[in-house]
């Protein structure tokens, strides 16, 4: 059975679908305001929970010279400034143990980056918060292998952990994006999350930095909603051509009302009709969903 977990006025695991939404890298607090006010009418209007993003310090950068974010004191000022203005919830990521007591003080969710989903005490030290946990499957994991990070959570005291998918590599600069690995994680109890947009990334593309293409972010995630997920993770900006990280990936703020009036009428449609895939039942029944 998976476990309900409340933010705000947002439910992952409740089967209402909560989005997570916000620009790569925080590049000012008008952005992050604009961004996370327009959003949040969009989610009230269409029904879904919402939950800001956005990092402080992308620490992962490909190039040396990338913009990183304004670091954790500004950042983490910011982040709380939008939490109050705009009435919402937030989450960033963390890289060390050490951030994770002094970024608890300010956001909702501690995200742990792909990259350091097997680090124990990062997981540990994000864990003993008692902040809720979104970790990201690593790009080169299994899906079932994340039953020994959840484990950790769960060992550190803290069983508010989502599980977040966002593609797997395949060959040089591609990932691929297994939808199997949804049912197969949210089997392990936890509430799922997809990454839209990092989905469709193609890890330093560009040689100095990393690429992606922002054409296959709907394509996937309605299949994402189809399969059954618990909350979408998708970057978004006015601008991402001039966004200052992951631009080629994101999803154009004007365009999100479309996007969202999509997955809206397939979550309703998978949700109320069919459920979400529950593998318990299939390997019982071998075919298909409970009526």
Not at 195 to 219: E, I, M, Y
Not at 225 to 237: M, R
Request: hydrophobic share 45%; glycine share 8%; proline share 5%.
């Amino acid at each position: 059975m998976t476990l309900t977990i409340r933010v705000g006025n947002a439910e992952f695991g409740s089967g209402r679908l909560v989005l997570v939404a916000g620009p790569c890298v925080l590049e000012s607090l008008d952005l992050g305001l604009e961004i996370a006010e327009t959003v949040r009418d969009l989610c009230d209007e269409l029904g879904f929970g919402y939950i800001f993003k956005s990092s402080f310090d992308k620490a992962n950068r490909t190039s040396i010279v990338s913009y990183r974010g304004p670091g954790i004191e500004l950042g983490l000022e910011w982040l709380e400034k939008i939490r109050q203005q705009a009435g919402v919830p937030v989450l960033t990521d963390i890289h060390e143990a050490a951030q994770a007591p002094v970024a608890a003080e300010v956001v909702d969710i501690l995200q742990i980056p792909a990259f350091l989903c097997r680090q124990t005490d990062l997981l540990v030290a994000a864990a003993r918060t008692g902040r809720v946990l979104n970790v990201k499957k690593a790009q080169f994991m299994a899906p079932e292998d994340m039953t020994a990070v959840l484990s950790k959570c769960l060992e550190a005291g803290n069983d508010r952990v989502i599980l977040c998918e966002r593609g797997t590599s395949f060959g040089y600069h591609q990932l691929v994006v297994d939808m199997r690995s949804l049912a197969i994680m949210r089997s392990l109890g936890a509430p799922v999350m997809f990454d839209a947009t990092h989905s469709v990334q193609t890890p330093g593309g560009k040689g100095t930095t990393s690429g992606g293409d922002r054409r296959f972010v709907l394509p996937l995630a309605r299949a994402a909603v189809a399969v059954g997920v618990d909350s979408l993770f998708l970057e978004v900006h006015p601008d991402p051509d001039r966004a200052k990280s992951d631009g080629p990936n994101m999803v154009p703020l004007e365009a999100l009302r479309t996007f969202l009036q999509q997955i809206r009428t397939l979550d309703d449609a998978v949700k109320e009709n069919i459920g979400m895939t529950d593998l318990e039942w299939v390997v019982k029944s071998g075919y298909g969903q409970p009526s």
